[in-house]
């Protein structure tokens, strides 16, 4: 697929909705909007009044159904240079600097096909959101699973839809594993994400599985190496990782 | 300790995906799906697949393999520098 090259352009904030406590969706709106592949970001920069400039790159949230306009999902880091910015200072009408789409690897579309295996950590959700958003508007019916680790159900970004599809699509399915904090009652995942619970998670779709694998960089080796020694062959397994103050 | 430094590398550790932007400024196209062979141990990769060292003053791309180091990318107000003899070839689709 050629690209043309990419140009910084300038996006207008449509809206802006909370998630979490530490998360927030920013809608923006682009003069040259360009569709996406589910799992592509935008990178986004700041230039300071005396021109010292930084970037970072966040992955889209939306589906390229949502024409014209983009969502992007960004966490909180306190001492970061964009994020708190993002957060503090951005407002409605407020004007970006952006360029994308971009990347080709870390990409799901219905014609990859399934079954479709989505492990996210923390905000490691946002593509993987973006994959099942298009999943859902192509009234795609290919199995598809999404592993989710948070630290506690509040930190859980996309709750309500999350929820409200897989009660609605009895083709997919939802997992959580809370880390720190379950919920009172709680009888599903509480730990880290390991090989027995890949295993367990993946059953249905053994080998076929195509998986996508977004979060902290340690999260990521571990799934990445736990999926290895499954013998799921390589060409199948996406990986992206998040440093730890990725934002 | 050598243990600490590890993790401590581990855990900064990105994709060379992270710097897909950057990449297709510099080369005028999407390079996340442009293979890279290692100079050092001759396998493969995908450029989006590369280890990616991005706080830095400048960027490492490393083998997702053997982490031998295969491009560096510096950045200064007036021109750009990329080497990259830790890469035999880079393998890419033609454009159209």
Same mark, same amino acid.
């Given at each position: 697929m ?22 927030? !969706?920013?809608?923006?709106? &682009?003069?040259?909007?360009?569709? %996406? @592949?589910?799992? +592509? $970001? ?22 390229p ?6 969502e ?32 080709g690897?870390f990409?799901w ?5 399934g ?7 923390? !905000?490691?959700?946002?593509? &993987?959101?973006a994959?099942?958003? %298009? @999943?859902?508007? +192509? $009234?795609a ?12 159900a ?5 709750r ?15 997992f ?6 379950p ?28 998986v ?15 999926l ?7 060409? +199948? ?9 990725g934002? | ?18 710097v897909?932007?950057?990449l ?23 450029m ?6 991005i706080r ?11 982490q ?27 454009q159209?």
């Amino acid at each position: 697929m050629v690209q043309p090259a990419l140009e910084w352009q300038a996006g207008t904030v449509t809206a802006i909705r909370p998630e979490t406590r530490q998360t927030k !969706s920013f809608t923006f709106a &682009l003069p040259k909007w360009m569709a %996406h @592949r589910p799992g +592509q $970001h935008y990178d986004v920069r700041l230039t300071a009044p005396d021109g010292y400039r930084t970037e970072r790159s966040y992955s889209i949230a939306s589906p390229p159904e949502h024409v014209g306009e983009l969502e992007l999902s960004v966490e909180l880091i306190p001492d970061g240079e964009v994020s708190p910015y993002l957060h503090d200072v951005l407002m409605l009408g407020d004007q970006l600097e952006m360029r994308g789409p971009i990347g080709g690897y870390f990409v799901w579309d219905v014609a990859i096909g399934g079954p479709l295996l989505l492990v996210g950590g923390g !905000s490691g959700v946002v593509p &993987l959101m973006a994959m099942l958003r %298009h @999943r859902a508007a +192509q $009234h795609a019916t290919l199995p598809a699973r999404l592993l989710y680790s948070s630290r506690s159900a509040d930190d859980v970004i996309y709750r309500d839809e999350l929820e409200s599809l897989a009660a609605s699509d009895p083709t997919f399915a939802l997992f959580y594993t809370f880390t720190r904090e379950p919920p009172v009652g709680w009888t599903g995942y509480r730990r880290r994400i390991d090989g027995a619970m890949l295993g367990e998670v993946i059953k249905p779709f053994d080998k076929r599985a195509r998986v996508y694998v977004c979060g902290p960089t340690l999260l990521v080796e571990a799934v990445a190496n736990a999926l290895v020694q499954m013998e799921l062959p390589i060409e +199948q397994i996406r990986t992206e990782r998040f440093g730890p103050t990725g934002a | 300790m050598d243990n600490d430094d590890g993790d401590m590398n581990t855990a900064l550790m990105v994709d060379g995906n992270a710097v897909a932007g950057q990449l297709g400024q510099i080369f005028g196209r999407d390079m996340t799906m442009t293979v890279a062979r290692c100079a050092g141990c001759a396998r493969d990769a995908a450029m989006g697949a590369l280890l990616a060292f991005i706080r830095g003053p400048g960027v490492v791309l490393r083998c997702p393999a053997c982490q031998n180091p295969i491009a560096r990318i510096v950045e200064t107000p007036t021109a750009i520098y990329l080497e990259a003899r830790g890469a035999a070839y880079l393998r890419m689709a033609p454009q159209p």
